[in-house]
């Protein structure tokens, strides 16, 4: 079994090209860095590109959600945590943490992904072996606390 903490990525850092004119990263390229960080956690459960090429199986993204918490800026370096919240045969929910290499949290981001079958495409349930992987990561990420930010809405805040 995994150890129960959240799978961390290896460190990537932010491009030129994901600069904006305000001086930070693009709002776009969060989401970016985050996909890349996540296709690692991703390969522990046994997707990636020749899960497609030999399975014809694969993952896409149903739903994203971003929070946006400090700014990032050329040549800063990040990683992501991936927790695996929850799963059934054919989706998993995961949140991740976008923490700079000085330990403060960038942004969240949170994920329902589907399992496809390329021949459709057509959501489909997962083969036995990968669905015990995926059941093996969340048995583990199950004895963690739930990371802040899980499930927030969008919207303003009325006081009084």
Same mark, same amino acid.
Request: net charge negative; glycine share 10%.
């Given at each position: 079994?995994?150890?129960?903490?959240?799978?961390?990525?290896?460190?990537?850092?932010?491009?030129?090209?994901?600069?904006?004119?305000?001086?930070?990263?693009?709002?776009?390229?969060?989401?970016?860095?985050?996909?890349?960080?996540?296709? =690692?956690? $991703?390969?522990?459960? %046994?997707?990636?590109? /020749?899960?497609?090429?030999?399975?014809? +199986?694969?993952?896409?993204? @149903?739903?994203?959600?971003?929070?946006?918490?400090?700014?990032?800026?050329?040549?800063?370096?990040?990683?992501?945590?991936?927790?695996?919240?929850?799963?059934?045969?054919?989706?998993?929910?995961?949140?991740? =943490?976008? $923490?700079?290499?000085? %330990?403060?949290?960038? /942004?969240?981001?949170?994920?329902?992904? +589907?399992?496809?079958?390329? @021949?459709?495409?057509?959501?489909?349930?997962?083969?036995?072996?990968?669905?015990?992987?995926?059941?093996?990561?969340?048995?583990?990420?199950?004895?963690?606390?739930?990371?802040?930010?899980?499930?927030?809405?969008?919207?303003?805040?009325?006081? %009084?």
């Amino acid at each position: 079994m995994p150890d129960a903490t959240p799978f961390m990525s290896s460190f990537h850092t932010v491009e030129d090209g994901w600069i904006d004119y305000n001086g930070h990263m693009n709002m776009g390229y969060y989401t970016v860095v985050m996909d890349r960080c996540a296709d =690692e956690a $991703f390969a522990g459960m %046994g997707f990636g590109p /020749a899960y497609v090429t030999e399975r014809g +199986l694969t993952t896409y993204t @149903a739903e994203f959600h971003i929070r946006y918490l400090r700014e990032l800026k050329l040549g800063d370096r990040v990683r992501s945590s991936f927790y695996l919240l929850d799963h059934d045969e054919k989706r998993f929910h995961f949140f991740q =943490e976008l $923490f700079h290499e000085d %330990g403060w949290c960038a /942004a969240t981001g949170e994920s329902l992904t +589907l399992h496809v079958d390329m @021949a459709g495409p057509r959501v489909a349930p997962m083969p036995d072996d990968i669905a015990a992987r995926v059941a093996e990561m969340a048995r583990a990420h199950a004895t963690l606390p739930r990371p802040e930010g899980v499930g927030s809405r969008i919207g303003i805040r009325r006081t %009084g």
